[in-house]
């Protein structure tokens, strides 16, 4: 909700959404949230974890029990749910090459840390798919930064780090 | 990057002569801590400059606002700036750098006699490697001037390789622009405070570079607000610091131009809880992070808000802060050190204790 807020103060329209999916809940919610307001945003959750099939039965179940509880059953349906696992790598908490050159494009560019479990590998995924083309040029998409950069430090020797002497 | 112009902040316009980039939108949180507060016997408020959202946050956003404000008009395309090892300014100058599209370089200083391999490679400076800064090694740690110099030499290479650098230096032969942000942040506290009808008997705040404290002195003078600013010294004792800061404050007094008059007797420093040393944790400091994490889940850092919070209660133990006081505590981040003296901080990892 305080997503759809912001972009209508805005004026800005959000072609997609983007989050790191690991425990369902984030995703299930905000799908719930979106699909209440009718707000017409594609949501993508990438996942950390899980397989896409297994990631999207979760969310799509999860989803109907949250969409009954807040009062408006029924309103998600079952192709709202979209999960990516392409950008996984070898398993939950074990960045792929590709979580750290996101980590470092999001850094180098932007100032923004993201983390080496959630965040970096949905950036990881947003940085792909733009590359092969799965946005429109003139697409407007929203990443949802879930946090997590307190991982940075337990995850020191993956960034080869070379200490000053 | 399509952002609103930064407006000046309506209690004194005259922040607004001053240039200004915007690094983080809106208020930082003002909380009470409703647990740490009795537990002393106070009313206890925390100003959450820890909060403000750029690479992990701190005091340094307000201040990087009007330093890289003044280098954005020069037309500065580099961040040239010195520090600790385990600078939180050098990160937040890198990550603002970075922020404007610009290009981090920073001199890093052995200030603090630590071989600790978290202290060397994690914390702030692993987070300056993730931002791509390019490091300059300067070996002598508590020399200013020589720091400040070596710097101006660095800048002189960079302006012959075509790069346009602002460069921010730490003496006090050089303008004090940052406190500029801490006069705003005066004012914000001002009226966060004005807004729950509230009236703090003191306000404690770290003193190191003086900026942040003086900055905020100034701000609430200018305001007509006659608190007691009280700075806890991080890093140099009381009879250095309490003539760098009454400095500090009155060139900030200029800078803003009112013709605010700073008395000496306005600047309250306290050096009681600073040994060993700047950057070397102590059994207070020690004390102060626990009990903020465990009574608030504030987390605090060893160099700046845990020395700055081990103040507090050392006033409140004394009685310098009655009982019954309400207080205003500055929380001006710092978090990344506390991942860097992991080895001061943590108990025993999980794996070893089971054993």
């Not at chain 1, 908490?93 to 050159?101: D, E, H, K, M, V």
Request: glycine share 10%; charged share 20%.
């Amino acid at each position: 909700m305080e997503l759809v807020y912001q972009a209508n103060e805005r004026d800005l329209r959000i072609d997609h959404l983007l989050h790191a999916t690991g425990s369902c809940g984030t995703q299930a919610s905000l799908v719930v949230g979106l699909k209440a307001m009718n707000a017409h945003i594609p949501l993508m959750g990438i996942t950390v974890r899980l397989p896409k099939a297994e990631q999207e039965e979760i969310v799509y179940n999860l989803a109907q029990k949250t969409a009954e509880k807040i009062g408006c059953p029924g309103v998600v349906a079952r192709d709202d749910v979209t999960a990516n696992s392409d950008y996984v790598g070898e398993g939950y908490g074990i960045p792929a090459p590709s979580t750290l050159a996101a980590i470092d494009l999001f850094a180098r560019l932007e100032g923004i840390l993201l983390d080496p479990v959630y965040s970096g590998k949905c950036a990881a995924g947003l940085i792909d798919l733009c590359r092969k083309g799965f946005y429109e040029k003139t697409d407007r998409a929203v990443f949802l930064h879930t946090g997590g950069s307190t991982a940075l430090f337990a995850y020191l020797s993956s960034f080869g780090t070379s200490a000053p002497r | 990057m399509s952002q609103p112009e930064p407006q000046p902040d309506a209690a004194l316009p005259e922040l607004a002569a001053h240039p200004k980039v915007e690094l983080w939108q809106g208020d930082t949180p003002l909380e009470q801590l409703n647990n740490l507060g009795p537990c002393l016997g106070i009313t206890l408020w925390a100003k959450r400059d820890d909060c403000n959202g750029l690479a992990m946050g701190g005091n340094k956003v307000r201040q990087l606002e009007y330093y890289l404000g003044r280098g954005a008009a020069e037309g500065a395309d580099t961040v040239l700036i010195t520090g600790a090892v385990q600078s939180n300014f050098v990160r937040l100058a890198a990550a603002a750098a970075r922020r404007l599209g610009w290009q981090p370089e920073v001199q890093l200083e052995d200030r603090v006699p630590k071989d600790d391999p978290f202290y060397r490679a994690s914390g702030n400076f692993l987070l300056d490697q993730l931002l791509g800064t390019r490091i300059h090694r300067f070996p002598q740690g508590e020399n200013e001037a020589a720091a400040d110099r070596n710097l101006d030499e660095i800048a002189a290479r960079l302006r012959s390789e075509g790069r346009r650098p602002y460069v921010i230096h730490l003496g006090l032969d050089h303008p004090p622009t940052g406190g500029l942000g801490y006069v705003e942040a005066a004012c914000e506290t001002r009226r966060q405070l004005q807004r729950m009808g509230r009236e703090p008997s003191h306000v404690v705040i770290p003193s190191g570079s003086g900026l942040t404290h003086a900055g905020f002195l100034v701000g609430a003078r200018a305001l007509g607000w006659r608190v007691p600013v009280l700075g806890i010294c991080v890093r140099r004792d009381a009879a250095q610091q309490h003539p760098r800061v009454l400095r500090r404050a009155r060139e900030i007094a200029g800078l803003l131009g009112t013709g605010l008059e700073i008395a000496e007797q306005d600047v309250i420093v306290d050096d009681s809880v600073l040994a060993p040393g700047y950057g070397q944790i102590n059994e207070q400091t020690r004390t102060a992070i626990r009990l903020a994490a465990e009574t608030e889940a504030l987390l605090l850092d060893p160099v700046y808000s845990g020395r700055c919070m081990a103040g507090l209660l050392h006033f409140v133990e004394q009685g310098r802060i009655p009982k019954g006081s309400e207080v205003l505590f500055v929380h001006t981040g710092g978090t990344p050190a506390i991942f860097a003296y992991q080895s001061d901080l943590a108990p025993p990892a999980i794996d070893s204790a089971a054993g």
